[in-house]
């Protein structure tokens, strides 16, 4: 299970694609031709924890979020290697006992759960760096131009403020991360020309809907990027 989750969440090519691994890459093989032995070019367990936790987020960068995930990474390999004596089923290598194999398997368990919460610190701690300018680049895009959902509201939509207060890291990878930015527009709905507001025939509501807007943000810097049209769930409107 183990095994199979972090190839779930590191496959090989996409670990190949970091940096980091680049810069082990070279490393390695520098240290092969040394001892003449053939450089394998394939992605440790380590260096799938290391992805799964950061992508390709360097370890300089990962300091500076604030998170430590070296705990983590060290019982889930310890527990790791553990399994691996059972792979293979032979005479003194079983776990005797059924409290010792309770025991054994309530210490793997606990390191996985150890190790996904430091892939949840680690998305946490990118939120709370990303959010304001998250923030701004939604209002941005829901001021500067105008949303056809906001738009056909009214005469003339005007947005008064935006709250982008959900946002998710929906992926890691080797070059930039995905984010999905959601949150609530809050908007002043005209009716009538400028005319008709001056005769006082003009009228004028407030109200609020839900937005969400794709972003993106390369892993050297953090700072996200639009990467879709911003969508306004007007829906509410017409009830």
């Known amino acids: 299970m183990v095994t199979y989750v972090l190839h779930l969440l590191a496959p ?6 970091c940096g980091w691994y680049e810069t082990y890459r070279e490393k390695q093989k520098k240290i092969c031709e040394k001892a003449k032995i053939e450089f394998k070019d394939q992605p440790t367990r380590v260096h799938r924890m290391v992805y799964a936790t950061q992508g390709g987020i360097s370890d300089k960068a990962l300091e500076e979020l604030g998170v430590d995930v070296g705990d983590a990474h060290k019982k889930l390999r310890f527990v790791v ?5 059972y792979t293979h089923v032979r005479p003194g ?11 054994f398997m309530e210490d793997t368990l606990d390191a996985m759960i150890r190790f996904l919460g430091a892939v949840w610190d ?15 680049l939604a209002g941005d895009a829901l001021t500067e131009s105008v949303v056809q959902e906001l738009d056909e509201l009214s005469t003339h939509t005007m947005v008064d403020e935006v709250i ?5 890291i929906v992926k890691i990878g080797p070059n930039q991360l995905e984010l999905d930015v959601r949150g609530t527009v809050y908007v002043e709905l005209n009716y009538g020309s400028g005319a008709d507001f ?5 009228a004028s509501m407030r109200d609020k809907y839900p937005f969400s807007v794709k972003m993106t943000a390369a892993v050297t810097d953090l700072k996200p ?6 969508r306004v769930d007007n829906s509410s409107f017409f009830e």
């Open 122 to 136: 680690v998305r946490t701690a990118i939120v709370d760096v990303v959010s304001e300018h998250a923030n701004d």
């Open 12 to 17: 090989d090519e996409a670990v190949k694609a």
């Open 164 to 168: 982008a207060d959900n946002i998710q």
């Open 81 to 85: 290697d553990e399994l691996s004596k």
């Open 198 to 202: 001056r005769r006082g025939d003009g």
């Open 225 to 230: 990027v639009i990467a879709g049209p911003v």
């Open 93 to 103: 290598t079983l776990i005797q006992g059924d409290d010792a194999v309770a025991v």
